[in-house]
């Protein structure tokens, strides 16, 4: 097995998947994994032949228990650790990310381990799989996203009440609630992901981009002139149609 903290590859045409790699620590995202992934999620965005992305984790236990506490307290310090997450953005970086990017879950996704799959477009689970944000419990807020990304897909105040007890929910319940989008047996996760995943490099790469678009940016708009977004973005398209 490498030793590297995050690992890419290219499985299939057009398909591009980068796995946490520290599964003797429940993948629990440090720093330097942190760099990593920045690094990779930037390689897929600069290459165009990667048209869909998927985050898996590596070993049985979880996709991630989220960020790792043992470096919580220690160097680099609090201001350069605010000023490399500034300068490498990861958040912000799979936020506007115009390919499609799917969350292969399993086992445990804590913290910053379903903040992360909170900015996919699209959370498969396997049946073992528990959500949780402990960070309450811990002192501190979910500072990746949590308490914006988990209203904007579950009901608002089932969202609250994950977020301020920080007790953790089944796989099951995550889909009642549509904070994933399918529930299948752990040993079919990485064929139903990849399935899917080959699905969506087939399709345009533009027209894709564009409904991505559409969505992310209609969720902060009022709806009429989210419907006018759209209508733009159609008529774009159709011309681009027209002119094959």
């Known amino acids: 097995m490498s030793d590297a903290l995050v690992l890419y590859d290219k499985p299939f045409d057009g398909v591009a998947s980068i796995t946490l790699n520290r599964p003797e620590a429940l993948n629990a995202i440090n720093m330097a994994m942190r760099d990593d992934l920045w690094t990779f999620v930037q390689a897929c965005l600069l290459d165009p032949d990667v048209r869909v992305l998927i985050f898996r984790g590596e070993g049985p236990r979880a996709f991630s228990a989220g960020a790792d506490i043992s470096e919580f307290g220690t160097a680099p310090s609090l201001h350069e650790s605010r000023e490399a997450r500034h300068q490498r953005d990861l958040w912000a970086l799979l936020e506007d990310l115009p390919i499609p990017t799917i969350a292969a879950l399993h086992g445990f996704c804590f913290g910053a381990g379903i903040e992360l799959p909170l900015y996919c477009d699209l959370r ?7 959500i949780g944000l402990p960070e309450v419990t811990l002192g501190y807020i979910p500072s990746a996203g949590g308490t914006q990304m988990m209203p904007r897909l579950a009901p608002p105040g089932a969202a609250a009440g994950l977020i301020l007890s920080g007790d953790p929910i089944d796989a099951r319940q995550a889909l009642r609630w549509g904070i994933v989008h399918r529930v299948v047996a752990s040993d079919q996760l990485d064929a139903s992901v990849n399935a899917i995943a080959q699905r969506l490099a087939e399709a345009d790469a533009e027209l894709t981009s564009a409904v991505k678009r559409s969505v992310r940016r209609g ?3 009022p709806m009429s002139a989210a419907i006018r977004q759209d209508a ?9 149609l027209s002119d094959r």
């Open 232 to 240: 733009q973005t159609a008529r774009r398209l159709a011309n681009r």
């Open 124 to 130: 498969i689970a396997a049946e073992d799989t528990r």
């Open 219 to 221: 969720l902060d708009l």
